[in-house]
Structures are given as structure tokens and as C-alpha cells.
């Protein structure tokens, strides 16, 4: 109630003319309130709730000093996003609070149309993603109106299979993922870092949840989650790959990891072993807080092509070592969280039965690529020649809110099994995470100390070396790419890449886009044309009745 007052509070703050010390404070009330009752649900019950309300509370605490300064950027839009951030907040704890039913589907529209708002205000650069944005959170109503609707009167597969689309299109489930990578690049950093680590985990709650409201799952959902997630996931890096847009391809991997989230769900619905689960719950917080601070992270960029950045390490050597963090955990690196929940899963799968093991393989496959992936960002962001000016904006307050992040990201990479214990779950011996920093920061000093010396590079006789001699996004991930037949790189003077999953979504779009016309057609200004389609509505409606 506490939070919830708060951040009512934050909003009519910047409604009303955007103090910037008052929003601060109610933002960080409303974080701490969230933290206090995610972790009495979480560690007192157990309750799926608790871990959305720590992530949340998590992101909350860091955006109460990242987002007034990052704003200050901002000067006309900044009253209209103070307003609705803390709505959109309100909305997504309303969705984990609220009994399912109506009051579900109400503050999941509230969510959905909030999110559409703070992804459109950017203009007209951001309508396309705005656009992708409301047709994925159609599809996604209209799934879960079929669900809740339906309950009584539809078979457990027609009700899960209304589930798996309307929580799976908000989970960016493979193959309706691809809202969120148009979507998130074009908002401003901070409301992508509350779609990717926050919003997003609702689809994995709700589907987790479902079993409690509905019943059981099928055999299928629980094999249609693993199946698509762990593809998912591999498709999701090597189009990624190909992504020239820094926080886009961050998107892309926030696909990924919500793919391995629900192979997670799906092993546990099939098996019903805790490992499963504690890889599908330590997996969501990891996430939030890496994912939050790199979305946070790029912010701090006044440009986002990977072709024109470089040389940003030397430029800003705070923001290189928290974003290296977060992408040291977002590749799986040991004793990074995502290496603890990738850890649990694979003892999940290992000792599952049937045909589950063969989940190592692809998990083994998602693990290099998610190295590959990385390397690619922090090497051509931050490493070598820079390749254009960039202009940084990095203040106190947003260097705190990164900093908060980071700090309770290495926490979890260090305890996690404290994390786990309200599922009784068991990860590995607790020195082994502090084993592998000593051995890291040793390695570390003990090459720093070695003598070293220091040579020209190797030019091809051209002086003097150039940023074009550089490769460049693609050129870099070409040898990759050329592996997976799926995507189609055709090279040039201006490289392009095929994707035919975007020409399905074109079309389904076009599709929407003539029936909506036909729709408005029937908008007549006529009050007599009015008057005639409500009596055959109520023809019909009489008529189904009877029969």
C-alpha cells in the first residue's frame, strides 16, 4: 500500500511540474516497499510473486536517481514520462496482485496500453515499434480472454492454448518475439530497461501461475515450451548477431534469455522437478539486473550504431566496467547468475527423462553464441579506435543508479544459493563463486606484473591506421552468420540481411492493416445505418441464445 501511495504520489509529482528531489524520493520508497514485500512473499512463502516484486523493487530503487537526471535530457517530453513511469509501475504490480478474473485482464490493459504510451512519445521515429508493440498486446488479449472467458465452458486445450499465446506473446515466446526487438530500442533507455527486466517476466508469472487458476497443463505446453524457447534462443543470438542497433541487439538477447526461462517452465510442467524451477526463478532476477543495467548503461550514448562507436573504454572507464559486468553475466561467465541459473538447468535436463537430455546440446550452442554475442558488443562499443564522435551524459544520479544495480548483481552472483532456499534447492558448494573471483583477480595481477612490450601494429604498409580499417558490426559477425541458413547476409557496399520471419510479420500486418480499413468503412456518420446494426446485433445475439 505503502509503494502503491508512492508512487501515486511520483505521479502527480510530475504531472504537476516535475520536482525533481520529491520524484526521487517517492520513486525510492516505492523500490524499497517493493523490496520488503517481495522478499516477505518470497522468503517467508515462497510465492512467485516475491521474486517479480524484488526484480521490480530492484529496478524501482535504481530509476529513482538514473531516471530524473536522464530526463533533464528530455526538457519537453520529461512531465509526460514522470506521469506515466510510475503509472506503468502501478499497472505491473497490479497485474502480479490482482485474483485472476476480470481484475487480471484490467490491469493487464492498463499495462499494455501504458507501455504503448511510453514507447510512442518518442515521435514519429518510434511509431513502427509502437505499432508492433499494440498488435503483439492485441494478440496477447485476445489469448487470455479466450482463457478466462472460456474457463467452463472450453477443454484444458483450448484454454492452455489461449494461455500459451497470451502470456507467451508478452514472454516473447518463439516465433511472437519479434515486437520486442522493434519495440524496446526505440523508447527512451529507462522504459526499456522496465520492458525488458520487468514486463516481460509478467508472461513468465502468469504462465507459472496458470497451473493454480486452471489446472495441470497438458503434455504439450510443458513440450511446446521447451521445444520453442530453446530455438527461440538460438535464433534470437544469430539474429542478433546481425543487429547493427546497440540496444536492438540488446533486445535480441533479452529473447534469449526469455527463451531459456520457459525451456525452464516447460522442463518443470513435464518433470516437475525443483531444478527446473530454480533456474526459471534465479534465471528472472539475474536478468532484470544485468539487462537493466546495460539497457541503462547505453543510455548514457548519445549515439547507438555499433559501426560508429569505439574507443568509448578509454573515454569512460566507469561506464566500460559496468557495462563489461553486465555483459561478463550476461554471457554466462562463472560465478555470474546467468552461469548459476544456466547451471541449474543443465542438471535439470541431464537428469530428466525421456528425450529432455538432448536439451544439453542446445543449451551448449546457446552458451557460445551468448559469448560470441558480447565479445562482438563490448569490443566494437568500447574497445579499439573510435569511429565517429559520440557525446556521453553520464551525471551522479545516473552513475548511482547503475551502481546500485551492480552492486546487488554481484551479490546474487555470489549468493545465490541464498536466493534458491525457499525452494530447498541446493546449487553448488558457497565458496566456489569467492574461489573463482580470488582466481580471476590472481590471474589478473599476475599478468599485470609480467614485464611486456609494446609493438607497432601490423598496418599492410598504410599509415596511418584508420577507424575504417576497423571491421565493422557485420563484418565481424559475417563468419557466424554464414552458418545458419535461416538468415540470409547478402554482402555489397551496403551489407543487408533476409530475414524471412520478417516478410510473415509484414504480411500479418498488412492483413490487419485491410481489415481495420474494411472496420471503418462501416463508420458511416449515418444514425439510421447506426440504428440498423444494432438490431441485427441484437438479432444475432438473441438468436445464438436460443440456440
Not at 517530453?77 to 506503468?88: Q, T
Not at 534462443?233 to 520457459?262: F, I, P, Q, T
Not at 579499439?384 to 546474487?412: D, K, S, Y
Request: positive net charge.
Amino acid at each position: 500500500m505503502v509503494s502503491a501511495l508512492a508512487l501515486v504520489g511520483a505521479s502527480l509529482v510530475g504531472l504537476r511540474g516535475w520536482d525533481s528531489r520529491g520524484y526521487t524520493w517517492l520513486l525510492g520508497l516505492a523500490g524499497v516497499g517493493f523490496l520488503w514485500a517481495g522478499e516477505a512473499v518470497w522468503f517467508g512463502e515462497g510465492g512467485a510473486a516475491g521474486v517479480f516484486l524484488l526484480l521490480l523493487g530492484l529496478l524501482t530503487l535504481a530509476l529513482a536517481s538514473y531516471l530524473p537526471e536522464y530526463l533533464g535530457h528530455h526538457p519537453k517530453e520529461a512531465p509526460v514520462y514522470a506521469f506515466l513511469v510510475p503509472l506503468f509501475l502501478l499497472a505491473m504490480v497490479g497485474v502480479a496482485q490482482a485474483p485472476p478474473g476480470l481484475p487480471f485482464l484490467f490491469f493487464w490493459e492498463g499495462m499494455a496500453l501504458l507501455g504503448y504510451l511510453l514507447v510512442a512519445l518518442e515521435g514519429p521515429k518510434a511509431q513502427a515499434g509502437a505499432r508492433a508493440f499494440f498488435l503483439a498486446s492485441r494478440l496477447s488479449g485476445a489469448g487470455l480472454y479466450l482463457a478466462f472467458l472460456g474457463q467452463g465452458h472450453l477443454g484444458p486445450d483450448w484454454i492452455w492454448a489461449g494461455l500459451l499465446v497470451g502470456f507467451g506473446v508478452k514472454a516473447a515466446l518463439f516465433p511472437f518475439h519479434l515486437w520486442l526487438p522493434r519495440a524496446h530500442p526505440v523508447a527512451i533507455s529507462p522504459v526499456s530497461a522496465l520492458l525488458s527486466g520487468a514486463m516481460t517476466k509478467l508472461g513468465l508469472y502468469g504462465l507459472f501461475q496458470a497451473q493454480t487458476w486452471f489446472g495441470p497443463p497438458p503434455v504439450w505446453v510443458g513440450f511446446a515450451l521447451v521445444l520453442l524457447g530453446l530455438f527461440g534462443a538460438v535464433y534470437a543470438l544469430v539474429r542478433g548477431l546481425a543487429e547493427e542497433d546497440l540496444k536492438g541487439a540488446l533486445a535480441y538477447s533479452s529473447v534469449e534469455n526469455l527463451g531459456l526461462m520457459l525451456a525452464a517452465l516447460g522442463g518443470y510442467f513435464l518433470t516437475g522437478k525443483a531444478l527446473f524451477l530454480g533456474a526459471f526463478f534465479l534465471h528472472q532476477v539475474g536478468h532484470a539486473l544485468f539487462k537493466g543495467l546495460l539497457f541503462l548503461g547505453s543510455g548514457a550514448l548519445s549515439e547507438r550504431q555499433l559501426s560508429r562507436l569505439g574507443g568509448l573504454w578509454h573515454r569512460m572507464p566507469l561506464l566500460g566496467g559496468l557495462v563489461l559486468l553486465g555483459m561478463a553475466v550476461g554471457a554466462g561467465l562463472p560465478p555470474g547468475a546467468v552461469f548459476a541459473a544456466e547451471w541449474v538447468l543443465y542438471q535439470g535436463f541431464l537428469f530428466a527423462p525421456g528425450l529432455l537430455p538432448l536439451g544439453v546440446g542446445a543449451l551448449a550452442l546457446v552458451g557460445a553464441l551468448a559469448l560470441y554475442f558480447y565479445v562482438r558488443l563490448f569490443g566494437l562499443a568500447f574497445l579499439g579506435a573510435p569511429r565517429g564522435e559520440v557525446a556521453l551524459h553520464l551525471g551522479p544520479g545516473m552513475r548511482f543508479g547503475l551502481l546500485v544495480l551492480a552492486v546487488f548483481l554481484v551479490g546474487l552472483s555470489l549468493f545465490p544459493q541464498q536466493f534458491l532456499r525457499p525452494l530447498g534447492q541446493g546449487l553448488y558448494p558457497s565458496w566456489i563463486p569467492w574461489g573463482l573471483l580470488a582466481l580471476a583477480l590472481g590471474l589478473y595481477r599476475w599478468l599485470d606484473r609480467r614485464p611486456s612490450r609494446s609493438y607497432g601494429t601490423w598496418d599492410c604498409g598504410f599509415q596511418p591506421l584508420t577507424s575504417r580499417m576497423q571491421p565493422n558490426a557485420l563484418g565481424f559477425s559475417e563468419p557466424a552468420l554464414r552458418l545458419f541458413p535461416f538468415l540470409r547476409l547478402r554482402v555489397g557496399e551496403r551489407p543487408e540481411l533476409d530475414e524471412p520471419l520478417e516478410r510473415v510479420y509484414q504480411g500479418v500486418g498488412e492483413g490487419f492493416g485491410w481489415a481495420t480499413r474494411l472496420v471503418q468503412a462501416l463508420q458511416s456518420g449515418s444514425l439510421h445505418f447506426y440504428l440498423l446494426l444494432q438490431l441485427l446485433t441484437l438479432v444475432v445475439v438473441m438468436g445464438v441464445v436460443l440456440l
